[in-house]
């Protein structure tokens, strides 16, 4: 661990605990102090006006002007970023802002990568075998830090080493070059590495589209990248891809996934593309490409990415990595449930009635609708039912009302009520469970009370129960 001394005019403002200083024009000076994880808040008695605060930020500009460590990165009316040294500094002027205030950051320490403890497979992970890197988890937690150290490791190698920065606040040798997007597009940049071809890029911070098409274009060039992204959990990072790159090449554009918590590596997940049948699913009939995404610590496989008919499923699984490769998963049941919701969706857009559905894993997919809405459906010559199921990529067993499985359970109906409103009795054991009902041709559903009653209000309703007929379908079965 290597402590960061600067010489600076900055420097009495700070010592060897403190993250940042934060400056509101007469409010008493705010510094954070502490590491990663356990910052606590310093309140100074001293505060500075209007003017002391726009001399000391003249001091600033003057200290940048004679120094070539000093650059003004963002420029615009009413707010500047700029990096002196190790310092970034953030002025906010009003109207942006309630009064001119301004935030001055600095790293506390440098850290090597002997200072984590890495076992030696992870190190030979991240030395040798990852070339499409990404550093996850909320500001402050240490993603940056582990980069530089990161970048030392490749500097040792001998490798040639660019960084991609916004503003420039990676402490680096003098022999790695530094680009910045405040004074060139992405796509000036792109042409820039695709020429100079590095060996590795390390890309502070992937925020938006741009950032992921141009991570995404560096790396399927063959450059290395390690990108340091914002996402509260190691697999949010991977979704923030999904949608802005094609599914299928994610596991070429990353391969390994750090998740930092106090500057301690917590996770780390690594990728890889197969073709199989998605876990919960049995039928062979439904193999598909899928992005498998496994624990590098402890060998289990934690989620699955597949498409399922046009959406893309981040399903998480319980489940660990036998020795002869096979995944044995207790995921079924949430794999079920999030297909039939997602199905529901899509059938509410394609079919001109109420329906329900029965999911069967033997690539079947069983829907029951109004006996008189069966012909619109099915089409001439079978052409919509065929086209459905096109859509869904399933085979589809459509059925009317009638065969729907019934809810085997004595009742009690007691009606006439004040304003019509009728109560139905069920067994204790339904007591607040949602209970489908099928009035006529309409699929209604209502959650009993704790009595285990189902109370009906509407009007109409309970008058069209009265007159025609209903009945209780047996939801576990479908």
Same mark, same amino acid.
């Given at each position: 661990m290597e402590q960061i001394i600067w010489n600076s005019f900055l420097d009495t403002y700070f010592d060897e605990t403190t993250m940042s200083l934060h400056i509101k024009e007469g409010r008493p000076l705010l510094r954070k102090k502490g590491m990663p994880g356990n910052r606590k808040p310093e309140l100074d008695t001293k505060s500075m006006n209007s003017e002391e605060m726009k001399a000391f930020i003249s001091s600033i500009y003057a200290e940048i002007e004679s120094r070539d460590d000093g650059f003004m990165e963002i420029d615009r009316k009413l707010s500047k970023v700029l990096q002196l040294g190790p310092y970034r500094i953030v002025i906010v002027y009003p109207p942006l802002s309630d009064g001119l205030e301004m935030t001055i950051v600095k790293p506390i320490k440098k850290l090597v990568m002997d200072d984590y403890h890495l076992e030696k497979d992870v190190f030979d992970l991240l030395r040798n075998d990852a070339k499409g890197i990404l550093i996850s988890w909320s500001p402050g937690s240490g993603k940056t830090t582990f980069a530089q150290a990161l970048i030392d490791v490749y500097h040792k190698d001998n490798h040639i080493i660019k960084t991609l920065e916004s503003p420039r606040d990676l402490l680096v040798s003098d022999d790695i070059v530094q680009y910045s997007f405040?004074?060139?597009?992405?796509? =000036?940049?792109?042409?820039?590495?695709? &020429?100079?071809? #590095?060996?590795?890029?390390?890309?502070?911070?992937?925020?938006?589209? %741009?950032?992921?098409?141009?991570?995404?274009? &560096?790396?399927?060039?063959?450059?290395?990248?390690?990108?340091?992204?914002?996402?509260?959990?190691?697999?949010? %990072?991977?979704?923030?891809?999904?949608?802005?790159? =094609?599914?299928?090449?994610? #596991?070429?554009?990353?391969?390994?996934?750090?998740?930092?918590?106090?500057w301690v590596i917590e996770q780390i997940y690594t990728l890889q593309l197969t073709v199989k049948v998605p876990e919960g699913m049995e039928s062979e009939d439904l193999a598909r490409p899928v992005i498998v995404i496994t624990s590098f610590l402890t060998k289990q496989v934690e989620y699955e990415i597949y498409t399922f008919g046009e959406q893309i499923v981040v399903m998480p699984l319980i489940g660990d990595m036998h020795e002869e490769g096979k995944l044995q998963s207790k995921g079924k049941s949430t794999i079920s449930e999030y297909a039939k919701n997602t199905i529901t969706q899509k059938l509410q857009q394609l079919l001109p009635c109420d329906f329900l559905l029965k999911i069967k894993w033997s690539s079947n997919l069983d829907i029951y609708v109004p006996e008189e809405s069966k012909g619109r459906i099915i089409g001439k010559?079978?052409?919509?039912?065929?086209?459905?199921?096109?859509?869904?990529? &399933?085979?589809?067993? &459509?059925? %009317?009302?009638?065969?729907?499985?019934?809810?085997?359970?004595?009742?009690?109906?007691?009606?006439?009520?004040?304003?019509?409103?009728?109560d139905i009795l069920f067994p204790i054991e339904f007591a607040n469970q949602n209970i489908c009902f099928l009035i006529e041709d309409e699929i209604a559903y209502f959650t009993a009370d704790a009595r285990g009653v189902v109370t009906i209000k509407a009007k109409e309703l309970v008058k069209t129960m009265n007159r025609k007929w209903f009945v209780i379908v047996d939801s576990s079965k479908l």
């Open positions: 405040t004074y060139g597009t992405h796509d =000036e940049v792109r042409d820039i590495l695709l &020429l100079s071809r #590095p060996d590795y890029t390390i890309y502070d911070e992937v925020r938006n589209k %741009s950032d992921f098409e141009l991570y995404k274009d &560096l790396r399927l060039t063959g450059i290395g990248l390690v990108g340091v992204i914002h996402a509260t959990r190691a697999v949010d %990072s991977i979704q923030r891809f999904l949608g802005t790159i =094609e599914m299928g090449i994610i #596991p070429q554009v990353i391969d390994t996934v750090i998740y930092i918590n106090k010559a079978w052409a919509n039912i065929t086209n459905l199921e096109k859509d869904m990529k &399933l085979k589809i067993n &459509l059925k %009317s009302f009638d065969e729907l499985p019934l809810l085997d359970v004595k009742t009690e109906i007691n009606g006439g009520k004040k304003n019509n409103i009728t």
